[in-house]
């Protein structure tokens, strides 16, 4: 059976397949009534509404979803379209996560603009590729405008440079993809094959080029708090996971730039060659940047490629107030860019950009059929081949929200975030420990007569209290999400004010324009409600036995 459900259904819900209805699917839009025309049109005039309707709260078991998804038959004779629909808003709108909700502030999705919606629909209506002209026409000009619009908010070239190189067939002032993981590989990608020389590495493979460029092996360095996708990089340009080498963070989570350097040398010094020196502007667990301006100079003394992963931070740079903070990305060879982040686009658009619009030369590739040798296709220089054309959405965003409305949604986020850390540093059983430098912040449950007690009492019992303090932690943030109302994160990292230990804390992530004070304080409500649950109270009687 295709669907739990087709028992249901009844046999007259079932299509046959003909020419008729082959051509009717491929053409004619369902009537009016139709279940599918009702939810597009529920969902283009009240998408919250829609989505409050549909998603239900609470939570159902994994495995009793994955028994509806179980069978892998194909159906011989299928369903309706609103047959099927019905399943679907059944099974799987009902059983989503409501990333759009106000008290939704654990991870990196957020409420889109309504706009969005109808502009990726013409995209569905148009299927363009990106990968050639021939596929996407107009489209591959208006990509490559928003590559060079979001060039000049890191780099700020005058118009020369842009009027000569923007729509140039044979340079690229970045690249346009799924998002910040293969925006980072092709950085790394663009930055191996110049420094070991494309045709060393094309012709020779990296073994070959390493051996030729008389090196043990090709290092990048980045702080402990690196995005995990720096790791898949390292793996798939062959340098091996062991090579990507994580410097340790000051106590605001940011690089020590100068353990960086002295690891450089030592690497040096070994016979390695640094490939990169990277580094994060809005760390993915604490939101921290890393200090640009000090890692440009390593980079500039390592003669190395410097990156700066901005998957999230990079529109801090529309803030007047707070670009500062991002000082020293224009120095960057590369800059990745999240569009799905908060630039406000549905998932599935990154960028990375280039401050040299000869870099990604380096990675060219023609085809005799496609991409050929002076076009202006994309995919020439692009790691992914067919695309579509998601560009679109963040030139929508771009002139519709613009850069004062962009602006306006980076400086709520922090100060958001600011409002969040100052009740919780007021409240007597919480305790801050990631302050927001953008707009991520990191906190736990831990009454005030348990924090005096981790203040005075020896490192042993600090220890055993911060390890029941996680399994409280844990356990609230494993209830407030099953209870469906209101979410955050969760995550572990070492913390120097308990001599590096690793605790769990929870992650907020403050770019919802929905969210309102009142659901930071809803928020902290219910997840005193489940610290005051039976198995909670039991372990903090046990902590004040042992403080005494
Ligand atoms: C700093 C950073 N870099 C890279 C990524 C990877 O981005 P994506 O999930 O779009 O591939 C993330 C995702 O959270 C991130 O926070």
């Known amino acids: 059976m295709w669907l739990k459900d087709a028992p249901l259904i009844r046999e007259d819900e079932r299509a046959d397949v003909n020419q008729e209805s082959l051509d009717r699917i491929f053409t004619i839009p369902e009537s009016n009534g139709a279940t599918l025309a009702r939810i597009e049109k529920a969902i283009s005039s009240n998408l919250d509404g829609f989505l409050r309707e549909h998603i239900v709260a ?82 591959t000009p208006m990509e490559r405008q928003v590559l060079g619009m979001l060039h000049n908010l890191v780099y700020q070239r005058d118009d020369t440079f842009y009027k000569k190189w923007l729509h140039s067939p044979d340079h690229a002032l970045g690249a346009f993809c799924s998002g910040g993981t293969i925006a980072n590989i092709t950085a790394l990608w663009v930055a191996r094959n110049n420094i070991l020389g494309e045709r060393a590495i094309s012709r020779k493979g990296l073994h070959g080029a390493i051996q030729e460029a008389g090196i043990k092996g090709l290092v990048v360095l980045v702080s ?16 091996g996971r062991d090579n990507l080498i994580t410097i340790p963070t000051d106590k605001h989570h940011k690089v020590d730039v100068s353990v960086m350097h002295d690891r450089a040398m030592e690497l040096q010094d070994q016979g390695y060659k640094v490939l990169s020196v990277v580094g994060i502007a809005g760390a993915t667990e604490t939101g921290s940047v890393d200090p640009l ?3 440009a100079s390593l980079g500039k003394q390592l003669g190395c490629h410097f990156h700066v992963d901005a998957a999230w931070g990079g529109p801090t740079l529309f803030s007047e107030k707070y670009k500062g903070l991002l000082e ?26 280039f401050k040299d619009p000869n870099a990604m030369r380096s990675v060219e590739l023609h085809a005799e059929y496609i991409i050929r040798r002076g076009s202006r296709d994309l995919g020439q220089q692009s790691l992914e081949g067919s695309r579509p054309g998601m560009a679109l959405l963040v030139h929508a965003g771009l002139n519709i929200i613009g850069q004062k409305g962009y602006e306006m949604l980076i400086d709520q986020g922090i100060e958001k975030a600011k409002y969040f850390a100052q009740i919780i540093e007021e409240h007597d059983d919480f305790e801050l420990l ?6 991520i912040l990191g906190y736990r449950f831990a009454p005030k007569w348990v924090r005096e007690c981790l203040q005075s009492t020896d490192n042993e019992t600090a220890n055993w209290i911060n390890e029941k303090l996680d399994f409280i932690n844990k356990n609230i943030q494993k209830a407030q999400r099953a209870e469906g109302k209101t979410f955050v994160s969760r995550t572990r990292i070492g913390f ?42 039991q372990i903090l009687s046990e902590i004040k036995n042992r403080c005494g």
Do not use: C, W
């Open 496 to 537: 120097e004010k308990y001599n590096g230990s690793q605790l769990v804390y929870f992650r907020v992530i403050l770019a919802n324009p929905l969210t309102k004070q009142a659901d930071l304080h809803r928020v902290l409500r219910h997840q005193l409600k489940f610290a005051g649950h039976e198995i909670a109270r």
């Open 328 to 353: 020293g990305i224009d120095h960057a060879d590369s800059v990745t860019i999240d569009a799905h982040k908060q630039f406000y686009v549905p998932m599935g658009a990154g960028m990375v950009l």
């Open 224 to 239: 402990q708090r690196g995005h995990y996708s720096l790791l898949k990089a390292v793996d798939l340009l062959g340098l």
């Open 293 to 295: 301006k000090e890692i």
């Open 434 to 439: 990631v302050r927001p430098e953008l707009n």
């Open 58 to 139: 609470e939570e159902k078991p994994m495995p009793e979803i994955e028994e509806e998804f179980s069978s892998v038959e194909i159906t011989e004779k299928p369903f309706y379209v609103s047959a099927y629909t019905d399943f679907i808003l059944k099974h799987l709108v009902a059983q989503s996560v409501h990333t759009s909700s106000p008290g939704f502030i654990g991870h990196m999705s957020s409420a889109l603009p309504y706009f969005m919606l109808p502009m990726s629909k013409i995209i569905t209506a148009l299927n363009q590729n990106m990968v050639k002209v021939e596929t996407s026409k107009a489209f």
